[in-house]
């Protein structure tokens, strides 16, 4: 019987996990022999993806779960149960916490097989989410992670299966060709950028405190945005970093803006899995500075020996400026492909895993 498989996630921004499911989706999609399906549900129809997705794969289902308990919710889990037996879907592929969570109730209750993901390391989830995403790994016939720093926390499970971020680099580089329209806002000097979310594990605000300790024609370019940005501008502006950093916000043109720089960094405390934000550091052939956390150690090592330069989760600026330095010293390499991690190649290990359990 051919593969009808439901990916349910958050929303279809363009970062992060969300990402990551649309671009997997609809590479499963347009590979599809006939009679194969890959729908997408999400929490929120929202996001950068929505429209291409939807083309690609068929309306996305909402399922309007705002609330971690109460009527409304089991309602809305109960009538996603009822959509999936519409829609036939034999595997149900969580891709986040909160659609984990939700998932292994809908998928009880519309006889689906459960596949869970763990994309990165769950330290920053309250105790109770912890405990329901331990609940349905355990229903759940395998668990997709995305980095072997995540797959040493599950391997005696017998369930883990092992596959790494989708990155479709002929589309990155055709972006990375294209002008970028914020140019204007970009200070000078040797620009090095952080692609993040501004919440506190991503520790942005050790390379403002680090960047005030460097020479002054070293910049920061913060493409990102969040809880942390009112405090992260606060204290450049406390340490008279003036026009030596610049918060951008949210950029959807990242490709183009990564060739305009000569560095990289991602410096998270916690919680990492495999880094969006470092593939494409590393594909635009950038020497990068990251915490030993999660996957960066992963990717940094592939891209040896000039992959970039490496520090402690809990480095001190003083740490940061010293191992900065060295990044800046480092030559730009030439762009070249992400070994294993192509559309075709991401596309075929998930097909195989469903496979498995048709």
Known sequence: MPLRVCHFVYDLIFGGTEGQCARSAMALQRSAPAGEAHRVAVFFRRGGHLEETERVCGPVREVPIRHFAGKETFAAVRDFAAWLREENIGIL??????AAIFGQFAAKMAGCRLVTSRRDLGE????????????????AE??????E????????????????????FDSFRAEAEKPFPREKDLPGGKRTVVVARLDREKNVGLLVE??????????????????????????AAELGLGTRVAFLGEVKEIPALLARCNAA????????GQSNAVMEYLASGLPVLATDCGGNRELLEAAAPAGGEMIPPAATPEEAVAAWKKVLASPKRSPA?????????TASAFRALYASLA
Do not use: M
Request: charged share 30%; hydrophobic share 40%.
């Open 337 to 345: 492909p992400l070994r294993g991690h192509s559309p075709q190649e």
């Open 149 to 168: 720093s995540i797959a040493e926390r599950f391997r005696k499970t017998g369930k883990t299966v092992l596959i790494g971020n989708l990155f479709d």
């Open 210 to 235: 680090a960047l005030a300790l460097l020479d002054e024609d070293t910049s920061l370019v913060v493409a990102g945005d969040g809880v942390e940005r009112p405090a992260l501008e606060k204290r």
């Open 142 to 147: 395998k668990v997709v992670v995305n980095a």
């Open 124 to 139: 920053i989830y309250p105790f109770y989410k912890r405990l329901l995403l331990a609940r349905a790994d355990r229903k």
């Open 93 to 98: 592929h969580t891709w986040d916490a909160d």
């Open 265 to 272: 960094a991602l410096v998270p405390k916690a919680n990492e």
